[in-house]
């Protein structure tokens, strides 16, 4: 009788412990530090350096360029305005890793040496002439991944190949 009474103590015991690990799971993919959530409805801060055709700063004014375009699509997307904040690669890594920036643009190339600094999106398109293609990407910050997976799907619907 003992015996049959330490299954069901078993079985609710695992059950109870199932639970209290979910409750903790909250939303995935999840930002720690609220990327997405700030951004949505507020500003998409972001860092630029010049590599045209990818970004152009030669302009008086805000950057051009196939990158710049896409940020504005996206930050529109969200419902956010774009503050930019133009710079070389290495301050605006340091940037994004400190906090100051959500992303980072300049025709990155999918093995950027900034990856100790942010996170770069899956490539989003595939520049060059076949033996010499370039897989591009954008950096964001580390461990965003709530805002990161918004910027992916975002930039699978709209960047072209």
Do not use: K
């Not at 949505?40 to 950057?63: F, H, I, K, Y």
Request: charged share 20%; aromatic share 6%; net charge negative.
């Amino acid at each position: 009788m003992v015996g049959l009474m330490r299954r069901p103590l078993r079985l609710l015991a695992a059950m109870a412990a199932t639970a209290v690990v979910l409750t903790g799971c909250g939303s995935i993919p999840a930002d720690p530090d609220g990327t997405l959530e700030r951004v949505q409805g507020g500003v998409l801060r972001v860092g630029v350096t010049e590599n045209a055709p990818w970004v152009d700063l030669s302009g008086s004014g805000e950057p051009s360029g196939t990158e710049p375009t896409l940020v504005l699509e996206f930050a529109q997307q969200q419902g956010a305005t774009v503050a930019w904040t133009a710079g070389s690669e290495a301050t605006l890594a340091e940037a994004l890793e400190a906090g100051e920036l959500d992303l980072v643009i300049g025709g990155f190339l999918e093995d950027t040496p900034w990856t100790e600094f942010g996170a770069a999106t899956r490539p989003y398109v595939t520049a060059g002439t076949g033996e010499w293609d370039e897989q591009h990407v954008m950096l964001a910050p580390l461990g965003e991944n709530a805002f990161l997976v918004a910027l992916e799907s975002f930039l699978d619907e709209e960047a072209v190949s």
